[in-house]
Structures are given as structure tokens and as C-alpha cells.
């Protein structure tokens, strides 16, 4: 779901930091928000967004199925369950009959909020992998300060990634040569096994290989100074320094609007309207 | 430039009377507890500057111990009790701190995937430099002349996952060289090489060497001396107690002490082999010739030797290497512990033994009695789209010994994946004696297939031995069936071990046949082998072999992939050659495969003598 993919778009262009900084202030809006209506503005741009950073419409769909699919089922459940009952609450209609699951106003408000926060974040997220190198993203966090070590950390633990995944492979398929694996894990005591040989196996082999990585390090001199230089350079341009003002800017409007300061009429939130027009 | 180059400490000027590197009484003992035993002891030995040296002896004789110590991992990084002195030009390491130590002296490991710590070539064998913080403008001119003399200035701005294992090695190599080390530690740096990547390493290794600007002290830590035996010119090797069983010059080793190297576990340079052989024969005629240890010394060899002695070498060539080097040995069987004995034996059925043994039902050789057969297999990985397995379609009979080559990614473990049922095909089916391998039960087959993999430790799961042997049988359901005085001859086989020891406590050679007592603890029909000679000392790779012979007499079908070329001619029966595309390249018995196949050193040496017989 979460892949880089090189290309040429704008978003492609900027600096990681700067795509950092904007999916953090997203998040933040994101989270502060109370429109369903607002949210859904969000997420129209925030498509948009994705479209212009070269992502394709069915890629992205194809990425955000699983998310679909959990989506609904939330968006079913907390329009049956969700909702802190209080006595002046509406009830829209009952499911069964006259008295028997009722469908509450605020639980379909919740409900749908849920959904496009997520849907938001994650397709944020999914822009954001697309576009950013992990690469590039640990070199621009040393840029930022952060003490080179750690960025390392980040660094060699990206690259285990797919090795942990092969070896975690390889062990399950020495399991299932032994005869284990076959039969549906139906007890306690089989999902204990299956879980923790396979762990353990796969932790030992990763752990002997990250000796010898670390070994590899400490004899290129790594660690020696409290910095060093870094060959790779990720620059700040112009644009990046536009992208994060207008962004800034942006953020900072939505707020002053949140806090009711900005002599612009209030937008209705959804839940507002629900309880003028129902 | 050079003055520069001096500030930076780029060059270090070191007199050439110094030896780099002076092993005194060198003992060291792991842990903190000083009773315990020594992982190497009494070392005493001298490098001289620009020398290289080949350090050998079985898995845990103490050769990484030793290399831990000449860079600085020990002490500074490892906690144990030392004796005795180290000295690097000259100077007591407890003289150096860790970083100039390990400046000096750099350690290349055997597997690149564990090493290589960045995305790129260039960001890689820049990583020391930056470490050291010099100036960026210097480290990109390093990378360059570095990557411009090992050959891969073309790959510098390629991403590391996109190499090949040989470049990846490669990458590495570069990364110590352009920290300009003075000694050079190559731990087994070919390892995990196919045919066509080692010899790209060899070759620049061969290059570095040569040239007068790197003025290096290489040590190789090497199993198959025929590999480096040509370029170095010192040999170290130790024990299993961790001291010094052989030390000297190459060229006085091979001539003198030829017998006490092949009695040290290593794998011998088979010409030379040959030769000592040749020379017990006929000392006379050997006498003449010049030791032999590499290519070009064979092609002369035929040219040397009037008729009647290039007959005699012939004959000794063809027993040396062409036939099962050990097969008189292995002829012994009946006296030998067999699983399948035993498993019998456990049964109280010993009079069935007997009998089978007088009847020469073992001796399913040559049965044509099919057990594996393919038709049109094809595999794919999800969402690849590259055939890893490309339209096989082969049969394998009953007792079958059958060695699986191929270059690195032409499918090989996938094809062992697929025989074993642990892949499911996209095409094509798999037959077992004539009946689709879906089509069994899934705990029936499973049973017949004992999978021994590359790595011995991917197989132990259980926190003691006993356990460890029975985790088949408990999935299976049979474990009520194995009798007692089976598991205890298992256990044996391991080596003189409690039954509640934790198997990741044993030594490397124990973990491999702990993996082969747990799956003939169900007794398989087939036995299938990924790689299980990597990294593997003489000993290992022997017991593991006299293993496979004996059940291999007793009718079970063995298939190992490798790309040990030298041991298959040894000790397979027939060869499935992969194409770099999963397609079948050939299916044929050993004899004709390597007779075909004449870029193998004892099938060229053949040939030549063949050609030079016939011409008189």
C-alpha cells in the first residue's frame, strides 16, 4: 500500500520536510474539525492533490480498498451502536419496528466524521509514500538536526524490512515442511506455537544478521564524531519554501475560523444542520 | 595533492621491515568468566607488510575471533579476558583507540545483504569517509578512483537492491578500500557467490593485488583454498581448540605438508590433490613437474609428461576427483549407522534389515521405478509477473542422488519449494508415484518429504532437542508411533548431547545434523537440500554427505541444489541444470553433464590428457 514510486510531478519536486510539515498540519485540521461538510472539502483537495502528484485513479482505489472495506463495516456499526444516548436526543427512524434498533442522529454525525478522517489520513499518507524517497526522508531528517545515529536506526531498519519479510517466509515455510500450519488454528495453545516459534525463529536470524551489520558500521568508523558529513544534500528550494507558507497560511485561516475570529459567517457544521433541519 | 592526501591521513607512511600485523601468545576467552574455554589460544604469528595470507580451519576453530581482534572489535567492543599481545605495525593495539584501529584494518563479512547499509553505491562507499568527516569534495574524488580502478564507476548512482550479489560485494570491498586501509580482512567473501559473481570478485581482487598503489596486507578466510590459493602467499590454519595446527608459505605447505593440510578440514585445491597423488605413484615424475595450483599450471601439465606417466595420471586423476571421492568409504555402509536401520531396528523388526541387506533390496540405484514427476510446471510470484519456474517437465526415479544447478535466481529453491507442495503451481502439475501431489492427503505428503534448508537455525523451533526431534512427529500425529530407542540413536547422531540442551546452544555442525535427525525422525522418502554447503567447513560438508550416501543406498531420493560444481561432480548421480530463466537447460547423468560441460578444471585436464593420449 505504502510504496515509492519516481516521477517527475510537483509534488515528486518538493522536499520531504516540507511534504512532512503539510501532511502534519493536515492532520491537525483534520483532527480539530467538526464539519462533516468541511471534511469533505478536505478530502475533495486533498484527491485532488493526489491526481496532481501523479497517482493514478484506479492505483489509488486499488490501495484504498481494504480501507473501504473497513470503513463500511465501521460506518455500519457505529450508526447502530455509537452514540452517548442523552435524553434530547433525535432518533431518526427505528430499524425494526417501532422500538427496536434505533438509528440515532449524532451516531450517522459520528459515523460519517470517522469515515472521512480516515479516509483523509490515509490517502494523505498514501500521497506522502508515493512521492518521498525513504532515502531522501532519513538524509532530510538529518538535515533537520535530528542526531545522525537515529537517522541511521531509520535508515538500516528500512532496509531489513524486506529481509525480516523473507526470513519470516522461509521460517513459516520450514513449519509447514515439518507438518505444522496445515490444520485451521483452532486452539490457544496452536496459535501460541504458531506465533511464537515463527517470532522467534525470525528474531534470532535478524538479530545475528544486525550484529554483523553493526560490526560493519563500527569498522567504517561509524559513530566516531558527534556529526558528519553527508554527501547527500537535500536543499530547500523556493517552491518548498512557498509550499510550506501557503500551507502555514492555510492552517493558520482555518484556525482563527475555528476559534470564530475571522468576520466571515460561520460555516453550518453538519451536526448543526441535523439539529436545525430534522 | 599528496600532501593533502597526508593531512587527512589518507597515507600513512609505514617502514617495510615492520611486520602489519605480530600475533604474541594471543589468547582470548569470551564472556567474563575466565574458566571457560578459550575461543583461540597461543596464536604466534607474524604478517609481513604486502603479504597475504589464507586463514582456514572448521566453523568455530576461532578464525572470526581472530579477526575481531586485529581490527578492534576486540577489545573495545567485546567483552572477554585476553592474554598474550597483538602488535599492528609495531605498535600494541592496547596503543591504538578503536577508531584508528579500525581505519587501518577493515573487515569485509560473508553475506553482502547483512553489510550494506544505505541505497546506493556511491552513498555506500562514501559511508566511511563521511564517518571521518572529511571534506566532501576529497571523499567524491575517493569514490571515484576507487570505483574507477574496481570497475564499477558504472554502477555508482545505481540502487543497491538493483546489483547482482557479486557487484553488491563488490560495493563493499570499494567501501573499506577507499578508506585506504593497510590490512584487509576477507571473511569468507565468496560464500554466498554464484559461479559467474565470484569470478567477477576474484578477478578485481586478483587486480587490487597487482597494483603497486594499494600497498595491502590482504587475509582471506577461506574453506576452498583453490579459490585464493593463487594470489596469496602465507597460510595460517586452526584447530578445533582454536590454536595453530599449520602455519607457513604456501609453496612449503603444498610441497611438505600436503597430508597435514588435507587433515585440517580445509578444502584442498583438487589439482594439487591430484598431484600428490600422482607424485605417491610415481615420485620420480613428479618431481619434474612444478607444484600445481591453478589453471594455467594444468594446461602445461599434459605437455610435461611423456605417455606412460600421463597414463598413470589419468588413472589418478579419475579416481582422485572424477569418481565419488569417498565412495570406498561409503561402500562400508553395512557397518555404518543407517536412520532407516535404526527407524527399523526401533521396530523390532531387525530380521527385515537382514534380510533386505541379503537380498540387495537397498540397492535401488538404478531403479526405474518413477517417484517425482513434473509436467509443464510453471511458477509465478504474485504480482511479479517474471516465471520464477518456466514449463519443467522431468522425472525423477526412486533413489536418484540429484544435484540441482543453476545461476543465482534461475528458481532453484523455488523449483524445491514446489516438489515439497509448500508452493502451489500456476500451471502444471507435480505427480508423486502417478498421483497429483494436491490430490494427497495434505498430512500424508508432507511426511514423505524430509526439506533440509540453507540456514539450520530457520529450522529449530522448540527450546530442547528432544522436542526438536519430535516437532514433526506431534504435527504429524505419529508421535506415539517412534519408539523411544529411535529418538535416543537421533540424539546421538548429534553428537554426545543432553536430551533438554537448547538446540541454539549446539555448534554449527550439530545444528546441521540435529536438521537432518528431526526429518528422519519420519523417515522421508525424499530428501531435498537447499544449498546446505554454504559456509560450511570440510567436516560438516562430509558428515552431511556420508549421511545422504548411506540413505541414498538404502532407496531414498535425494535432490540438492548448489552451485558447488566441485562437490556435485563428487557426489551426485545426475545434474538438473536451471537457465537463468527457470526454463529446463539439461537433465542428464553426472557423467555426461561434466563431460559436456568442459569449463571444469578436472574435465579440462581430462580432455587435454585424452587428446594428448590420442595424438601419440
Known amino acids: ?278 | 595533492m599528496c600532501q593533502l592526501l597526508f593531512k587527512y591521513g589518507v597515507l600513512i607512511k609505514i617502514s617495510n621491515d615492520t611486520p602489519a600485523l605480530s600475533f604474541k601468545n594471543f589468547s582470548f576467552i569470551y564472556g567474563v568468566d575466565k574458566n571457560h574455554k578459550p575461543a583461540v589460544s597461543d596464536i604466534n604469528f607474524d604478517l609481513k607488510n604486502g603479504e597475504i595470507l589464507i586463514l582456514a580451519g572448521p566453523s568455530g576453530s576461532g578464525k572470526s575471533t581472530l579477526s575481531y581482534a586485529m581490527n578492534g572489535i576486540i577489545p573495545w567492543r567485546l567483552q572477554g579476558y585476553m592474554k598474550g599481545d597483538l602488535e599492528v605495525f609495531g605498535k600494541s593495539i592496547w596503543n591504538y583507540n578503536f577508531m584508528e584501529l579500525s581505519r587501518i584494518v577493515g573487515l569485509v563479512k560473508q553475506n553482502p545483504l547483512d553489510q550494506l547499509i544505505t541505497f546506493r553505491v556511491r552513498d555506500e562507499i562514501a559511508f566511511g569517509l563521511e564517518n571521518l568527516k572529511y571534506p566532501e569534495k576529497i571523499i567524491e574524488e575517493k569514490v571515484e578512483e576507487i570505483a574507477n580502478f574496481m570497475g564499477i564507476s558504472h554502477l555508482l548512482d545505481r540502487e543497491i537492491d538493483q546489483l547482482s550479489g557479486g557487484q553488491k560485494q563488490l560495493t563493499i570491498l570499494c567501501s573499506f578500500l577507499v578508506m585506504n586501509p593497510k590490512i584487509l580482512i576477507l571473511d569468507e567473501p565468496i560464500a554466498f557467490l554464484d559461479q559467474h559473481s565470484e569470478s567477477l570478485l576474484l578477478d578485481r581482487l586478483q587486480r587490487l593485488i597487482k597494483s603497486p598503489d594499494y600497498n595491502l596486507s590482504l587475509i582471506i578466510i577461506e574453506h576452498r583454498l583453490s579459490r585464493v590459493i593463487n594470489f596469496a602467499n602465507k597460510i595460517l590454519v586452526l584447530d578445533d581448540n582454536g590454536t595453530i595446527k599449520l602455519k607457513g608459505s604456501i609453496s612449503e605447505v603444498l610441497r611438505d605438508k600436503f597430508e597435514v593440510l588435507k587433515s585440517c578440514n580445509v578444502r584442498v585445491p583438487w589439482i594439487t590433490d591430484v598431484y600428490n597423488n600422482f607424485r605417491k605413484i610415481n615420485p620420480e615424475a613428479a618431481g619434474k613437474l612444478e607444484i600445481p595450483t591453478n589453471f594455467q599450471h594444468l594446461l602445461e601439465l599434459p605437455n610435461k609428461l611423456p605417455k606412460e606417466e600421463l597414463n598413470q595420471l589419468y588413472q589418478v586423476l579419475i579416481d582422485t576427483e572424477i569418481k565419488p571421492k569417498n565412495i570406498e568409504k561409503f561402500e562400508t555402509y553395512d557397518q555404518k549407522i543407517s536412520f532407516d536401520d535404526v527407524y527399523i531396528e526401533s521396530l523390532q523388526k531387525k530380521d527385515i534389515i537382514e534380510n533386505k541387506v541379503k537380498s540387495g533390496e537397498f540397492d535401488l540405484i538404478e531403479g526405474n521405478n518413477t517417484i517425482l514427476e513434473t509436467k509443464n510446471l510453471c511458477f509465478e510470484y504474485p504480482n511479479s509477473g517474471i516465471k520464477a519456474i518456466n514449463n519443467l517437465s522431468f522425472k525423477i526415479n526412486q533413489g536418484d542422488f540429484i544435484g540441482l544447478v543453476g545461476p543465482n535466481g534461475s528458481g532453484k529453491t523455488t523449483l524445491l519449494y514446489l516438489l515439497a507442495n509448500l508452493y502451489e503451481p500456476t500451471s502444471g502439475i507435480i505427480f508423486y508415484k502417478n498421483q497429483n501431489i494436491r490430490d494427497i492427503n495434505q498430512h500424508k505428503y508432507p511426511r514423505k518429504i524430509g526439506f533440509i534448508f540453507q540456514n539450520p537455525e530457520n529450522m529449530i523451533f522448540k527450546p530442547t532437542i528432544r522436542e526438536e526431534i519430535l516437532y514433526g512427529p506431534v504435527n504429524f500425529g505419529i508421535s506415539n508411533e517412534v519408539k523411544e530407542k529411535y529418538i535416543s540413536k537421533l540424539i546421538e547422531l548429534i553428537g554426545n548431547e543432553r536430551e533438554d540442551k537448547n538446540p541454539y546452544n549446539l555448534s554449527w555442525g550439530q545444528k546441521r545434523r540435529l536438521n537432518l535427525s528431526s526429518i528422519f525422525v519420519y523417515n522421508p522418502h525424499i530428501i531435498l537440500l537447499d544449498e546446505p554447503f554454504i559456509g560450511q567447513d570440510q567436516k560438516t560438508i562430509d558428515s552431511l554427505v556420508e549421511t545422504l550416501y548411506i540413505e541414498n543406498k538404502r532407496g531414498k531420493t535425494i535432490i540438492i541444489s548448489s552451485h558447488d560444481y566441485h562437490l556435485l561432480l563428487k557426489y551426485t548421480r545426475k545434474i538438473i541444470e536451471l537457465n537463468k530463466d527457470g526454463s529446463l537447460n539439461n537433465y542428464d547423468s553426472n557423467g555426461n553433464y561434466f563431460l559436456r560441460h568442459t569449463n571444469l578444471g578436472p574435465v579440462v585436464l581430462l580432455n587435454l590428457i585424452k587428446e594428448k593420449l590420442g595424438e601419440g
Open chain 1, 1 to 278: 500500500m505504502f510504496a515509492y514510486v519516481p516521477g517527475n510531478s510537483i509534488f515528486h519536486k518538493l522536499n520531504p520536510i516540507s511534504k512532512l510539515i503539510f501532511l502534519i498540519l493536515l492532520t491537525t485540521i483534520v483532527l480539530v474539525v467538526n464539519s462533516i461538510l468541511f471534511l469533505a472539502i478536505i478530502f475533495l483537495i486533498v484527491f485532488s492533490l493526489a491526481m496532481l502528484s501523479g497517482i493514478k485513479l484506479k492505483l489509488l482505489f486499488r490501495k484504498l480498498r481494504y480501507i473501504f472495506m473497513i470503513l463500511i463495516v465501521s460506518v455500519i456499526l457505529n450508526i447502530f451502536f455509537n452514540a452517548i444516548p442523552s435524553e434530547d436526543e433525535v432518533i431518526l427512524f427505528y430499524l425494526f419496528g417501532q422500538k427496536f434498533l434505533p438509528i440515532r442522529r449524532l451516531a450517522v454525525y459520528f459515523a460519517l466524521k470517522a469515515f472521512f478522517m480516515v479516509l483523509i489520513l490515509f490517502t494523505s499518507s498514501i500521497i506522502y509514500t508515493y512521492t518521498v524517497d525513504m532515502r531522501d526522508f532519513v538524509y532530510s531528517l538529518m538535515k533537520l538536526k535530528i542526531p545522525y545515529r537515529y537517522c541511521y536506526a531509520l535508515m538500516v531498519g528500512i532496509r531489513y524490512i524486506p529481509l525480516i519479510e523473507q526470513e519470516a517466509k522461509t521460517i513459516s515455510l520450514a513449519q509447514r515442511a515439518r507438518g505444522f500450519g496445515y490444520e485451521r488454528v483452532n486452539t490457544i495453545r496452536k496459535a501460541y506455537n504458531l506465533v511464537f516459534e515463527r517470532l522467534i525463529a525470525t528474531l534470532i536470524t535478524i538479530l545475528r544478521k544486525a550484529y554483523v551489520t553493526s560490526i560493519s558500521m563500527e569498522n567504517r568508523c561509524f559513530g566516531i564524531y558527534k556529526d558528519r558529513t553527508n554527501l547527500v544534500k537535500i536543499s530547500f528550494k523556493l517552491k518548498d519554501i512557498i509550499f510550506i507558507i501557503f500551507w502555514f497560511f492555510v492552517f493558520s485561516l482555518v484556525i482563527l475560523y475555528l476559534l470564530q475570529l475571522l468576520p466571515i459567517p460561520q460555516f453550518p457544521s453538519l451536526y448543526s444542520i441535523y439539529l436545525d433541519t430534522f
